[in-house]
């Protein structure tokens, strides 16, 4: 059984930073690619970052590009969202996702493992 948890979070500034983790345990985890989501208040769930088994390649939202950095540390079994110059609007709980064997998906329903999610408040 994979198990995600997502820890980092909080409460900041706008202007300010984060970085969240996503650390995985039940399985290799150098064999998933990985998701970071976020959800707000009524709106539906958004991909924000995806980075592929190696690390190799990574892939952002519009939103936040240039801002926003995933990584991985394999040897660790954790991936990482660096979250820079952050704004009101990135308020939302952030969610890591995994899938394996395949490269990662842009859209939720690709993934088949799922972290229960961390806080994350930008006050403006």
């Known amino acids: 059984q994979v198990v995600l948890v997502e820890s980092g979070g909080g409460l900041v500034q706008a202007g300010g930073s984060l970085r969240l983790s996503c650390a995985a345990s039940g399985a290799t985890f150098s064999n998933s690619a990985v998701g970071w989501f976020r959800q707000a208040p009524g709106k539906e769930r958004e991909r924000v970052a995806a980075?592929?088994?190696?690390?190799?390649?990574?892939d952002y939202a519009d939103s936040v590009k240039g801002r926003f950095t995933i990584s991985r540390d394999n040897a660790k079994n954790t991936v990482y969202l660096q979250m820079n110059n952050l704004k009101a609007e990135d308020t939302a709980v952030y969610y890591c996702a995994a899938r394996f064997f395949v490269s990662y998906s842009s859209v939720a329903s690709g993934y088949d493992y799922w972290g229960q999610g961390t806080q994350v408040t930008v006050s403006s």
């Open positions: 980075i592929s088994r190696s690390g190799g390649s990574t």
